[in-house]
């Protein structure tokens, strides 16, 4: 039963209930941003797991703080912690979203600090590539830093961040400027609960432009 419960939530997750890449018949500069948005996502690890690996599906929702055009889709990432200190994130997945097969691919790294028995702070930087769309390319990049809290059987995180991106439209776009490049600055909360042998979780994060929140499942092994 769990097994099963378990399937049936990872699959809900990666399924892509959006098809808004074509900047052609929408607005290529909210496109852009929102996709960049969601890219910046990154997995949640643990400062103070003792497991060296983590898996983590989730599904991304956008929220346009401007208009009411709202944006889904999926994450999958894998955490590697090398050390106690440090983890290198990785994500590489494919998935068809209407006429569009994009292809997301990128890493980072997290570094852990805090005081001499407690690693309580967290930051992280990423940089992900989106390929493989009709009418252009982009790359994301993350720096975050939060502060890990403890309550009962939750966890929390606080902190702030930005999201830089670059873009190119392809000429048969014909959309002008060709190319694009932005920040989006950030505040984030996240919490999760531990359930069974895996993690549940929402994180947030809020712009004055978009408004992400992704739920989450992972599991940590090794």
């Given amino acids: 039963m769990k097994i099963t419960l378990i399937v049936a939530l990872s699959m809900g997750l990666i399924h892509p209930q959006s098809e808004k890449f074509n900047v052609i018949n929408g607005n290529p500069s909210e496109i852009v941003q929102s ?38 889709y999926p994450n999958i990432d894998i955490g590697l912690k090398v050390t106690k200190n440090l983890a290198l994130t990785y994500k590489s997945y494919g998935f068809r979203s209407g006429d569009e097969n ?80 932005g920040q989006i600055n950030f505040i984030g909360l996240d919490f999760s609960l531990p359930i069974w042998t895996m993690v549940l979780g929402l994180e947030n994060r809020i712009s004055t432009q978009i408004m992400s929140s992704t739920i989450y499942i992972h599991k940590e092994i090794f």
């Fill in 102 to 181: 994009p292809h997301v691919v990128g890493g980072g790294l997290q570094y852990y600090f805090g005081s001499k028995d407690t690693l309580d702070w967290s930051s992280t930087f990423q940089r992900v590539d989106i390929k493989g769309l009709k009418y252009f390319s982009l790359t994301s990049l993350l720096v975050d830093i939060r502060k890990w809290y403890d309550w009962k059987n939750f966890k929390f995180r606080l902190g702030v961040g930005s999201n830089f991106f670059k873009q190119r439209f392809f000429s048969s776009s014909n959309i002008s400027p060709v190319a694009m490049k």
């Fill in 35 to 72: 996709t960049s948005f969601w890219l910046s996502g990154s997995p949640i690890i643990n400062p103070a797991t003792n497991n060296r690996m983590i898996l983590q599906i989730s599904s991304a929702s956008l929220f346009r703080i401007d208009n009411s055009d709202t944006y889904r």
